[in-house]
């Protein structure tokens, strides 16, 4: 039985609780899903705002970048 765990979990833990385990890995695919969405608008909203120094503007859309790519990652 494979399934595609985002952590290595030993299968005989899963069995004891398995509606547990599934829904923590929900969880956890809705909140890598809502990063991936909304970087984009914290990035955009940096960007715009005038009175942020260009290197902090940088450093946010980096930083959001990096953790988009980590979140597709998993």
Excluded at 1 to 14: Q, Y
Excluded at 23 to 33: G, H, Y
Excluded at 42 to 48: D, K, M, N
């Amino acid at each position: 039985m494979v399934r595609p765990h985002l952590v290595k979990i030993n299968l005989t833990d899963i069995s004891r609780a398995p509606a547990l385990f599934y829904s923590i890995f929900a969880v956890e695919m809705f909140l890598n899903v809502v990063v991936v969405l909304t970087i984009p608008f914290l990035i955009i909203a940096v960007h715009r705002a005038g009175v942020i120094h260009p290197n902090f503007r940088w450093q946010v859309a980096l930083s959001g970048l990096y953790f988009t790519i980590a979140a597709l990652a998993r």
